[in-house]
């Protein structure tokens, strides 16, 4: 009897290239998808915590303190937060309503904030979220003064970890009429976003706008100004210098509805080494905790999270995983068809931009949109956050403290030389760090 060989690395790879230039050749452009990064890059699994048992007691049995404080800078009304994890920006138009809704809901319920996206705010978004942050992007779509002084902290988006320096994009089949009228834009038409702001075009200028912003808020609420990850070192120093009270780092693992793979998979750097050099640059210029540090882009579970803290985030903010919690890329029994709706198997479905979104998340289709129970949603959300939350608890114990925000470079270790590199941290089983010329 022949036993079928299972294909090895070198040819799936080379099936890929194949598939790659057949589909290129057929559409005359390049690729677009939803979803993040295929690209095989170093990650939180890289890094390790390292317990501690005789050198120290830990904690077991006490209370973990997980409460968290974004804005002590400038702003009259920090944003507080029972966990250090909310949820990032993602517009109503990439998401549908029902979505938007149930994240606003879902966090609720724990104690902690959601992030408007572009798009401007729904009502019902405001209505339920305990903490909101209102974005404000470069294309101004649906913002308006009024919404705006509604939230409880401003994000001024300068560019997204999965589409850096590339604007925004939502594909005509997502843009319907209410979506349209809401953008002020015709419906059926792709929309993509600009990539600089009307009102600035340096950190000058920024500094200038982040003030409009203070005068136009009565300098209650904080702002943040969420950067991709690039450049990182330079990014940061500007972003804080303007007088912002946050600064968001977006790394290249980071989400996306839509955006060309060639960007996806080959512009930005990784989340890991954009935590380091983001506190390295802080910790230059003196700003290192007096500016806080979000962190987002591939975070998974509580234990990422835990690993961003450590590193020197002051919190973490959720896209994707928010999306799987909902119920993304999920077969529902005797209602969805993911090879027959998207022609993939429900766990490998990228087609975010598409609007075909089978679970209702992703789409502006009333019929699919009905697949995705508010409630239900809303509990699924609140539960997944809840889990996060006691991950890093039972790391913090591990490590012997009662505070998450206590955890430091000190209770880590690298497993690879990468990583060891990139967050300054020594190689498990040493108490080296290899050198790195900075270039």
């Known amino acids: 009897m022949t036993t079928l060989k299972e294909p090895d690395t070198n040819e799936v790879l ?18 677009i998808r939803g979803f993040s990064t295929f690209q095989r890059l170093v990650h939180f699994d890289d890094v390790m915590f390292v317990a501690r048992n005789l050198t120290e007691r830990n904690s077991e049995n006490g209370t973990v303190e997980t409460e968290t404080i974004l804005g002590t800078r400038f702003a009259e009304r920090a944003i507080k937060i029972s966990t250090p994890v909310y949820i990032t920006g993602m517009s109503y138009g990439a998401l549908s309503r029902t979505a938007k809704v149930a994240l606003a809901k879902g966090a609720a319920k724990v104690g902690t904030a959601t992030c408007t996206g572009d798009g401007g705010m729904l009502t019902e978004e405001r209505r339920y979220s305990t903490k909101m942050i209102y974005q404000l992007n470069a294309s101004r779509y649906g913002v308006t003064p009024q919404d705006l002084v509604k939230g409880d902290g401003i994000e001024i988006v300068v560019g997204q970890g999965a589409k850096p320096a590339t604007g925004g994009l939502l594909m005509g089949q997502k843009v319907s009429a209410i979506i349209a009228e809401k953008r002020d834009l015709p419906a059926g038409i792709d929309q993509r976003s600009p990539t600089r702001h009307p009102e600035w075009l340096g950190p000058d200028d920024l500094g200038i706008f982040v003030e409009t912003m203070r005068e136009l808020t009565d300098w209650k609420v904080p702002i943040q100004i969420k950067i991709p990850a690039c450049r990182v070192r330079d990014d940061v120093k500007l972003a804080a210098k303007t007088g912002a009270d946050g600064i968001v780092i977006d790394g290249m693992q980071a989400g996306t509805g839509a955006s060309s793979e060639v960007v996806l998979d080959h512009s930005g750097i990784p989340t890991l080494s954009a935590i380091a050099t983001a506190r390295e640059a802080l910790k230059e210029i003196d700003l290192y905790k007096k500016v806080y540090l979000v962190v987002s882009g591939g975070i998974r579970n509580g234990v990422d999270a835990a690993k961003a803290i450590a590193l020197g985030a002051d919190a973490v903010a959720i896209g994707q995983a928010a999306m799987i919690a909902l119920n993304c890329n999920r077969e529902i029994p005797g209602v969805t068809d993911f090879d027959r709706e998207v022609g993939v198997p429900a766990g490998y479905c990228t087609k975010c931009n598409t609007g075909k979104c089978p679970v209702g998340i992703t789409t502006q289709d009333p019929e699919l949109e009905k697949r995705l129970i508010l409630d239900e949603a809303a509990v699924r959300v609140a539960n997944f956050l809840d889990s996060m939350t006691t991950e890093m608890k039972v790391i913090t114990r591990a490590v012997g403290k009662n505070n998450v925000h206590d955890l430091s470079p000190d209770d880590m270790v690298a497993l690879n030389l990468e990583a060891s590199i ?3 941290l020594p190689m498990v089983g040493t108490q080296t760090v290899p050198s790195m010329t900075r270039w």
């Open 422 to 424: 990139m967050t300054k």
């Open 14 to 31: 080379s099936q890929r290239i194949v598939e790659d230039i057949q589909v290129k050749a057929e559409l005359g452009r390049y690729r």
